[in-house]
């Protein structure tokens, strides 16, 4: 294959590289961030967003850069396998938490009407709930105790 002569080959080429049209479309974006930056109140913080999403990009494109070093490739590497195996555990949990979500809102709250709350709620509770968390300040004392205490004295 022979060098690109003119200006117009060589973006042609250029552009055939997955990172390079990425790094383009994040150098363009990072553009953009900085004149919505430059502006007045309500566009400033639409700016800092597109700086938020650009950093991540940059942040993957540095672990695209270690896998080319001796010592920190390898665990690049080992990540990025680990990461496509963990998926289908990530999977059958979310399968798990959205069984026990849906079943535990229609339970608890059998008339509500959908709505973005209700999913929110189909998920966030029962996510901590994984790590231990129960929730107590949210059970009703006073109406569990007044159930289960009978109303004549003893």
């Known amino acids: ?19 390079n049209v990425t790094d383009l479309i994040a150098i363009l974006l990072f553009s953009v961030g900085m ?8 566009f400033r913080s639409d700016g800092r967003v597109i700086y938020c999403v650009n ?15 001796k010592y920190l490739g390898p665990y690049v590497m080992m990540i990025g396998k680990m990461m496509i195996d963990m998926m ?6 979310l399968v798990v938490l959205m069984s026990f979500g849906v079943a535990r809102q229609a339970i ?13 709620n189909i ?9 231990g968390e129960v929730f107590a ?3 009703d ?11 004549s004295g003893i």
């Open 141 to 151: 004392r006073k109406q569990v105790y007044d159930s289960h205490t009978p109303k």
């Open 1 to 19: 294959m022979s060098e690109p002569g003119k200006l117009l080959q060589k973006v042609k080429v250029w552009l055939q590289e997955y990172w």
């Open 35 to 42: 004149i919505l930056r430059l502006q007045d109140q309500p």
């Open 88 to 93: 289908y555990f990530v999977i059958i949990m």
């Open 123 to 131: 998920f966030y509770m029962p996510y901590w709930m994984i790590y």
């Open 55 to 69: 950093i991540i990009y940059w942040y993957i494109r540095l672990l695209d850069i270690f896998g080319v070093n």
């Open 108 to 120: 608890l709250f059998p008339n509500e009407e959908p709505s973005w709350k209700l999913a929110k």
């Open 137 to 139: 300040d949210q059970i």
